[in-house]
């Protein structure tokens, strides 16, 4: 479903640096074999993982499994984690890997449909009249017509209230050219809306 796949408002995680400070911990205690700190560490960020592979991925039926893949790469590779960084910078990194990786095997593999018109079959099996639903398909199409760079510096900072030198670290790539990024993308956005809007 689109509208559950959709970021809500920024969350205190996201916007407050020390926030991280207990996650990194947990991920620490888990990586020497806590359970149950493994265990807060993945209620910890399933929101937000589920949130940014939603705007990189761009197929909500496939936000689950991507997510699902992230946290079991980094269940498996905790034990190489050693908190230089947060482990909420960490898990998305991952988290990018997880969708890269999706995308290239996908082009590796062929496309069949055995329906003659397989897009409108696919646009009449998608839920309609869900509260949100219209505003949903628009932010995505909006967000769509960013290039990948200015959306996802966008989705970071703004969506996911990642503050900018973490987006910077997450993305390697200067602290101003994130916020250049962000910059370019909300005035391409207005533009947007100025056109969709009547006057």
């Known amino acids: 479903m ?23 911990a947990w991920a620490l205690a888990a990586r020497s074999g806590d359970a149950d700190a493994g265990e807060r560490f993945v209620r910890a960020l399933h929101r937000d993982v589920l949130r940014y592979v939603t705007h990189l991925c761009g197929d909500p039926q496939a936000v689950d499994d991507l997510a699902q893949d992230t946290f079991l790469r980094a ?8 908190g230089r960084s947060s482990a909420r910078i960490w898990l998305l990194s ?3 890997r997880a969708v890269v990786d999706s995308y290239r095997r996908a082009a590796a593999r062929p496309r069949l449909s055995d329906v003659p018109d ?8 998608q839920p309609r009249g869900l509260p949100g639903f219209d505003d949903g398909v628009a932010l995505l199409d909006l967000l769509a017509a960013l290039p990948d760079e200015r959306r996802e510096a966008f989705v970071l900072t703004q969506l996911l209230g990642l503050p900018y030198a973490e987006a910077a670290e997450l993305t390697d ?10 910059a370019r993308a909300r005035a391409t956005l207005l533009a947007l809306l100025d056109e969709v809007e009547p006057a």
């Open 75 to 82: 269940l498996a590779g905790l034990h190489r984690f050693e």
């Open 94 to 96: 991952i988290a990018r």
């Open 2 to 24: 689109i509208t559950s796949a959709l970021p809500r408002t920024r969350g205190a995680t996201g916007s407050d640096p020390s926030a991280d400070e207990p996650i990194t």
């Open 173 to 182: 790539c200067p602290v101003g050219t994130v916020r250049s990024r962000v």
């Open 118 to 125: 397989w897009q409108a079959s696919v646009e009449r099996s």
